[in-house]
């Protein structure tokens, strides 16, 4: 069965300064898409980066980048200079095809607090 | 731009009342789902749809119905609420390829006393 797992339930970061986020998978499967979101206290859910199974390089928006190394299955999230605003509720997520369509599995999530 | 709608945004009900929490989508993706959220448990798939007519089971569908009534709309019905399902209900929706992402609605809160 898939599953996402992320191991730090709560993080610290200073301001301006860079954090990874933990997430490591299962999966059989050969083709598998990875995800990140950011949930704020206000609750919506915030598509952030992708990486796809086949691809070969670490995908990069802005800020965040994801440290994807397949043979280990994980796909670490890296947010440089963090800021204020990225204190956030922070979720790992795999699609992965199943007979009856395409499923997207969630991790626990890591909650990030960016101090002064 | 609408995206993902979900109504209500609150709720609390009496344990063993019935309610169906509505979902609708306007950007033509087949892919629909339902999640229940819940403190240090992350998201839970309760239910997908891969297109029209079609549902099935996540992780944790027991207590729970849905319809996909069209290609829009896919509601989640809760027949006799227990106070294990509150929650926060999150739908989302997407296109069927691997590399896109979900689109979430904005969430309902659940209470069930």
């Known amino acids: 069965a898939q599953k996402i797992t992320q191991t730090q339930p709560g993080m610290f970061v200073q301001e301006k300064e860079a954090v990874t986020l933990d997430c490591t998978y299962d999966?059989?499967?050969?083709?598998?898409?990875l995800f990140w979101y950011k949930q704020p206290s206000s609750g919506e859910m915030i598509f952030l980066i992708y990486?796809?199974?086949?691809?070969?390089q670490n995908a990069t928006e802005g800020r965040y980048s994801l440290n994807f190394q397949k043979a280990r299955k994980s796909a670490n999230l890296v947010i440089s200079a963090s800021q204020l605003g990225d204190s956030a509720m922070y979720f790992c997520?795999?699609?992965?095809?199943?007979?009856?369509?395409?499923?997207?599995?969630f991790g626990t999530g890591t909650q990030l607090k960016v101090e002064l | 731009n609408a995206g993902v709608t979900q109504t209500p945004k609150f709720q609390v009900l009496k344990t063993g009342q019935s309610m169906t929490l509505q979902c609708a989508q306007d950007?033509?993706?087949?892919?629909m789902y339902w999640y229940r959220q819940d403190p240090g448990m992350g998201l839970r798939l309760i239910y997908y749809?891969?297109?029209?007519?079609?549902?099935d089971k996540g992780e944790v569908p027991n207590g729970y119905n849905v319809s996909r009534l069209n290609k829009r709309e896919f509601s989640l019905r809760l027949e006799s609420a227990a106070p294990s399902q509150t929650s926060v209900y999150f739908c989302?929706?997407?296109?069927?390829?691997?590399?896109?992402?979900?689109?979430f609605g904005q969430g309902t809160r659940l209470t069930v006393v």
């Open positions: 989302a929706s997407s296109r069927d390829s691997l590399n896109t992402e979900a689109f």
């Open positions: 950007m033509n993706h087949n892919s």
């Open positions: 997520a795999m699609r992965h095809l199943t007979g009856g369509g395409n499923k997207l599995t």
């Open positions: 999966t059989s499967d050969q083709s598998y898409g």
């Open positions: 990486q796809g199974s086949y691809d070969e």
């Open positions: 749809s891969a297109s029209e007519g079609t549902t």
